[in-house]
């Protein structure tokens, strides 16, 4: 299965995340393409699985990176229904906005008729120790969701 990244980062942290994901689906035999400026010419937006890893910045927005996907998508809104996902929503508990640019993108994509499939990790900066270890584990949570 060919799996797209998306990355949501502003300092880099999540790139780096999304990298050790992209490693271990490699590993299992998947491809994975990362897309650390997606665009929807770049994206596929059809028959496609995506794997979003989207920090939360500033007040809950999304970070720069992804940023002018996110509002291409919401002003555009395409017919996503060919399109399954999964999130990584990556922020600080300190902060009221937690993983809000996560929630956001979820709210989005399923409105554009695109399926999850499966619950989102919600990775904490503030206390997570090994969030890249975190999330290569979550991928095996979702393993049998992968490949319907």
């Known amino acids: 299965m060919h799996f797209h990244i998306?990355?949501?980062?502003?300092?880099?942290?999540?790139?780096?995340?999304?990298?050790e994901v992209s490693k271990a689906l490699i590993e299992e035999g998947h491809q994975?393409?990362?897309h650390d400026q997606p665009s929807d010419t770049e994206v596929p937006m059809k028959n496609a699985h995506w794997l979003l890893c989207i920090a939360t910045h500033g007040a809950g927005e999304y970070a720069d990176s992804i940023y002018p996907f996110m509002q291409s998508l919401t002003d555009n809104r395409p017919d996503l229904s060919s399109?399954?996902?999964?999130?990584?929503?990556?922020?600080?508990?300190?902060?009221?906005?937690?993983?809000?640019?996560?929630?956001?993108?979820?709210?989005?994509l399923s409105g554009?008729?695109?399926r999850r499939i499966c619950e989102s990790l919600t990775i904490d900066m503030f206390n997570d120790l090994d969030p890249e270890a975190n999330a290569v584990n979550w991928l095996s949570t979702w393993k049998s969701a992968r490949s319907e």
């Open 112 to 114: 554009l008729g695109a």
């Open 32 to 34: 994975a393409t990362l």
């Open 6 to 19: 998306l990355i949501g980062t502003t300092s880099g942290n999540t790139e780096y995340l999304a990298d």
């Open 83 to 108: 399109i399954h996902y999964a999130l990584i929503g990556i922020g600080d508990s300190s902060y009221d906005t937690f993983c809000q640019a996560a929630q956001d993108a979820d709210a989005l």
